[in-house]
């Protein structure tokens, strides 16, 4: 006798209740809800290869609504992608299993992208969509030509950055993005309706979508959305008329059977219900090899996609693997170095973004798969380089991307353009606006994305557009954020090398805090490349034996260099030491760190709050930086009415030695 649709669906149903139960712990009621739109997914339409999981031409599956994991998780083992076994199901959310609370990128084979916080999957999805996009109009549709689909919820379209990411891809018109929309009407507080009253449908069309609305659990109208969403030339939402928790008799359609297990009387009633009479975890031989058959159901379009790709001639052929290995290239080094030469050889005053501009117009020039933009700041942020032309809804020859006035949208887009492949991606904005983007930064760290964040406009130095734009805290949060380096240049050839270090990362975001004014050239001759690369540096003065050390970042570099002359003139030795990188400085040996930092009184000095610089000063350096919120007014009036100057600095100095002023 065949294997029936419902059979399929029940296996993932049933696994998903098994496993939340053996846990105490998780989220029955999206796997229950959404299994009958999954196994359509994934024996139907979806594009892969469970043998091959890292497949370039792969359609990605994004589980947006991320606390139904146990979706995923059965999908995966159902389908027989490597290392999702039994046991891993019957470990869900234990320490150490694949199988985590939330699905997590590189934990886990066939997890395209760390998804939990709601709406970030969704956004992503829409970098993966416009990471194929652009590959094919590279390479053609023989190499690249698969589809993004994602299963959302409630949750995920009631976030702001859905709004963001909806937006922006209706308007590229990113026609192989489907949506799968749980439209199950609950949340964990209960009915939607508590909280709000908007027609997803109209809000979707309005941004350029297709949409329609189906029978979730009708395996006929779900395939034959699917079908038309394949023929559309926008993306698609289908919302899936589902009932959380389907088959649980006393818990389905409500929010009981959101977040918390069954129990075991209504477990065994689900079951019953829904024809299952099987013992937990148990999955008949028959349904298994169905599944298992739906696995493999790719292979053989990969192996044809194999087979183009190894008859390309050797020139395409290097030039495709070359633009999927997202390495910094020999050709954008030697790039970086002629620049760095030419910054050593001119030494021009200009500002950290400035110098970042032209960084990016010599890499993009030099490395084609070096791509970015910014949310509307283009012209402020100087993101663009020269040669670099915009995507287009029509046109995605381009490596430039207009992201509008959506930070945390483009945050999430650049992940997605890094994790699909093919891609090393920056984006663009306001320092002070990192707290709009900052889930999405975290989500680089967490995954281990070498996104690229250029923040300008760092400190009070933006000047009059007054507290409401001015830094202060954000760099000292970003700091404390794990896995990402966050770098301050004190000038331009220091960007040179803070730029070449976050290209060279392979698991790693950055930061580049840049400056708005123009930054006066350091010292010629110091190993600028060298001290960036470990993070921080000795710039001027004695490496050993010194009577004061002046640690500085960004701008406030020059600023100790000067304080550092006035003190020679009252014969006082001040080694200045530029800290570009906490995170490098930190991970070099204890012998460099002592070389560098010596044994004499510490004075820091930045234009920001005093938030962790003492791990470097101890209890008993001074610190000179900002004590609250900015004001309005040019920015050299700011740094004295701040107190941020050379005269302070040395008052510091003097005091920390016991001299007199």
Known sequence: ????????????????????????????????????????????????????????????????????????????HLTGYEGVTLDEIKRFRQLGAITAGHPEYGHCPGVETTTGPLG??????????????????????????????????????????????????????????????????????????????????????????????????SPDAIEAAMTRALSSTKPTLIACRTVIGFGAPKKQGTAGVHGAPLGAEELAAAKKALNWPYGP????????????????????????????????????????????????????????????????????????????????????????NIVGGSADLTHSNLTKGKSQKPITPDDFTGSYIHFGVREHGMGAALNGLSLHGGFKAYGGTFLVFADYARPSIRLSALMHQPVVYVMTHDSIGLGEDGPTHQPVEHVASLRAMPNLLVFRPADARETVEAWRFALQQTSRPSVLCLSRQALSPLPEGEPVAAGVAAGAYVVSGWSGARDVTLLATGSEVEIALKAAAELAGRGIMATVVSMPCWELFREQSEEYRAHVLGTAPFVAVEAAAATGWHEWIGNTGAFVGMKGFGASAPAAQLYEHFEITPKAVVAQALKAIGAEA
């Open 120 to 217: 970030q999957g969704l956004a992503t999805s829409v970098g993966m969509a416009i990471a194929e996009r652009m590959l094919s109009q590279r390479f053609g549709t023989e190499l690249v030509d698969h589809r993004t689909w994602v299963i959302a919820g409630d949750g995920c379209l009631m976030e702001g950055i859905s709004h963001e990411a909806v937006d922006l891809a209706g308007h590229l018109k990113l026609s192989k993005l489907t949506v799968l929309f749980d439209d199950n009407s609950i949340t964990i507080d209960g009915a939607t309706s508590l909280a709000t009253s908007i027609d997803h449908l109209r809000r979707f069309e309005a941004a350029g979508w297709a949409v329609e609305r189906i029978d979730g659990h």
């Open 281 to 368: 975890f148990e999955v008949p031989d028959a349904i298994r090899a169905e599944w298992l058959k739906a696995g493999h159901r790719g292979a053989k379009a990969h192996a044809d996609w194999e087979h183009r790709r190894s008859s390309l001639d050797d020139d395409a052929a290097w030039t495709f693997a070359d633009h999927l290995e997202e390495r910094l290239t020999e050709k954008a080094s030697k790039a970086l170095d002629e620049l760095a030469q030419s910054y050593l050889k001119e030494c021009p005053k200009i500002a950290s973004r400035q110098a970042s501009e032209i960084v990016i117009d010599a890499v993009t020039k030099a490395q084609p």
């Open 1 to 76: 006798m065949a294997v029936t649709h419902a059979e399929l669906a029940n296996a993932i149903r049933a696994l998903a209740m098994d496993a939340v139960e053996q846990a105490k712990s998780g989220h029955p009621g999206m796997p229950m809800g959404m299994a009958d739109v999954a196994t359509v997914l994934f024996r139907k339409f979806l594009k892969f290869d469970a043998a091959a999981p890292k497949w370039p031409d792969r359609d990605r599956f994004v589980l947006s609504a991320g606390h139904g994991s146990m979706l995923i998780y059965a999908l995966l």
